[in-house]
């Protein structure tokens, strides 16, 4: 009896150490992917906070009260304008047929478009890209570092977050010199870029703080390698 025991003790214990190791790798994955989670739960707490009793519901009433129509042309106009990023950081990374595409799409968008209102450049097959400069940083061979969230602006990277600061000057707020225009764009842009990822919401499972990092990182790195993400197995 002892030793029946003895080997079953004996099996579940190699069971068990065999679970440990088979979970080991996730967790130093995650640990190396997000070692500052300490500080960026806090912080995603303060955002998503921000975001429920503020963003989410001034999103809800634009499109509740905006038509289709208008609420569609809006957003293709700051599509139009990140056109203007996209083909910078396409010529950075040596991209010459996509910024050619990008440089198509800003021409016949800005004119044809009446200033980006109408998409008419995806019409004529021109599909848009979505670059910037830390994408670029990506490129030329940077890791994106450890996840971070940053306050009022969300998840990112310790590569992605000072890349906003380049990206932003080829946006059109540095040069609006008129303050009240500059502050109504930038206002118009945060809630139509919202109101865009209401309907994301139903995919959301789990621990939202995982969730959003994980979809983060997963996105960020599928969109370095242009979609050619590689499978570790």
């Known amino acids: 009896m002892r030793v029946i025991e003895a080997s079953w003790l004996d099996r579940l214990g190699r069971l068990c150490a065999c679970a ?3 979970v080991l790798p996730l967790a130093a994955n995650a640990a190396d992917e997000d070692p500052w989670e300490g500080f960026n739960r806090p912080v995603f707490r303060f955002n998503d906070t921000l975001d429920t009793y503020a963003l989410k519901p001034v999103a809800k009433g634009y499109q509740a009260v905006t038509p289709q129509f208008f609420e569609d042309g809006v957003h293709n106009v700051f599509r139009n304008i990140g056109d203007v990023t996209n083909l910078a950081n396409n010529l950075l990374q040596g991209k010459v047929h996509d910024a050619g595409v990008d440089g198509g799409r800003l021409i016949f968008n800005t004119t044809f478009g009446l200033l ?9 097959g021109l599909q848009r890209n979505d670059e910037d400069f830390g994408q670029t940083l990506g ?3 940077l890791g994106s570092g450890p996840y971070l969230v940053v306050p009022f602006l969300g998840p990112s990277s310790l590569r992605d977050a000072p890349a906003k600061i380049p990206d932003s000057f080829l946006g059109p707020y540095p040069y609006i010199d008129h303050v009240p225009t500059r502050n109504v764009t930038r206002a118009v842009n945060v809630v139509d870029t919202r109101a865009s990822l209401l309907s994301a919401e139903k995919i959301v499972s789990g621990d939202k703080y995982i969730f959003v990092r994980n979809a983060y990182l997963q996105n960020r790195e599928f969109r370095v390698k ?3 993400v590689v499978d570790d197995f």
Do not use: N
């Open 20 to 22: 440990v190791l088979a």
């Open 226 to 228: 242009d979609g050619e």
């Open 139 to 141: 490129a030329w061979g």
């Open 116 to 124: 980006g209102f109408f998409d008419v450049a995806s019409e004529m």
